[in-house]
């Protein structure tokens, strides 16, 4: 893992140092959001002076002089204060739980207890790698789509509300028979015109309050992530991400020296999926009860033979940490397959909907024209 130290121009003194006589600063909350890409760059580079055998407090001082102003300088600012004053680095991330997880501050606290900090540094700094590369991948294939769906939804909505209207004055004043496919047409055109607020207002409100019933009703986010877990080929996909998560999660836990029902118990707290939440919890509370891992983790029916075989393995031979990331390294593969193939179909499939929904528009407003034309040139 090629590891940088970023350099940049030294950030203003500050007015108070951590530790100086006089008053004690006052802190603020900031606010704004910060990137998981800070935070992996961070972690990235106090992993790298850490290896260099740097001290926390100074490999915190010159991360955060070269941090750029903002609410990610803040808080290190805070972090680094509280690190000076003799706090421990892992109670110093949890103080800022929206930038620094459980996850996070867990495996730093493990690294602290057993005397290996900077070995888990790395592990952590490699975790949240793999995560983003994962992240991006996922990203950069679903924007194009996103955008031709978008662009077809903007075309023909534009088509059906504005042009529409013109055709049917056009049929009106020439007082023909119109054809079953330009009478819908004109139908669709005529409802979308009067009741657009219905038609764009009815899917954006419920949107709203899909989004604020999962935030809000663990009943019904658990119960939209069972049904997206049925969904074919969709299942499958999220089936995996699901089961590559619990793996290096858990794996990077055990690697650090985190008990198992402790490591459990972040990987339960890190999961954003409600179905996946409640099977750890199921695992842990079997485990609490002095049985092993793969048994449980196989009654869930979220993980299949391979993993729970090789999870069974892992703890015969000693080895469940290194188990556990090969999971996740191959599971994350089949992701990245499955999602490839997938946009593969998807892209020509839009452009041939697109192609569909146009060219029947345009079939619909030719017909008539074409009834026209020839009822005028037999008169004339």
């Known amino acids: 893992m090629a590891k940088r130290i970023q350099r940049s121009t030294p950030a203003p003194k500050r007015a108070q140092v951590a530790g100086a006589p006089g008053d004690a600063p006052v802190r603020k909350r900031r606010g704004g959001r910060v990137s998981a890409t800070l935070v992996t760059d961070f972690t990235v580079q106090l992993a790298t002076l850490s290896d260099a055998g740097i001290p926390v407090v100074k490999a915190l001082t010159i991360l955060e002089g070269q941090t750029e102003p903002g609410p990610f300088k803040d808080i290190l600012r805070e972090i680094t204060e509280d690190v000076s004053g003799g706090a421990p680095l892992s109670d110093a991330l949890g103080k800022h739980d929206k930038v620094f997880d459980t996850l996070y501050s867990s495996m730093v606290r493990a690294g602290e207890v057993g005397g290996v900090l900077d070995r888990v540094l790395d592990r952590l700094a490699e975790f949240r790698e793999k995560a983003a590369d994962i992240r991006s991948k ?66 954006v409100l419920a949107f709203i309050g899909h989004k604020v019933a999962a935030e809000r009703n663990r009943g019904y ?45 972040i990987v339960r707290d890190a999961s954003a999926n409600e179905v996946l939440v409640d099977a750890v919890e199921d695992i842990r509370r079997t485990v609490r ?56 179909i998807l892209e020509p499939a839009i452009l041939v909907l697109m192609a569909v929904l146009i060219g029947g528009l345009v079939i619909a407003l030719i017909l008539p024209l074409t009834e026209m034309m020839s009822t005028i040139g037999a008169q004339g």
């Open 289 to 344: 009860e002095g049985e092993g891992i793969a048994r449980p983790m196989g009654e869930t029916g979220l993980f299949d033979d391979v993993v729970t075989n090789m999870v069974d393995v892992g703890e015969e031979t000693g080895e469940l940490d290194s188990m556990l990331l090969k999971v996740a390294d191959a599971y994350d593969e089949q992701v990245d397959r499955k999602l490839a193939a997938l946009f593969k």
């Open 221 to 265: 986010r658990r119960g939209w992530h069972a049904v997206l877990l049925k969904v074919p080929f969709l299942g499958t996909v999220l089936n995996r991400s699901m089961t590559a998560m619990f793996a290096r999660t858990f794996g990077t836990l055990v690697q650090a020296g985190v008990p198992h029902l402790d490591a459990l118990g």
């Open 138 to 203: 996922i990203k950069q294939a679903v924007i194009y789509p996103t955008i031709l769906i978008m662009v077809s939804v903007v075309v023909v909505s534009a088509v059906i509300i504005f042009v529409i209207p013109t055709f049917d004055e056009i049929f009106k004043s020439f007082d023909v028979d119109l054809p079953e496919p330009t009478l819908i047409l004109l139908g669709l055109s005529g409802f979308m015109t009067s009741y657009w607020y219905l038609v764009f207002g009815v899917p």
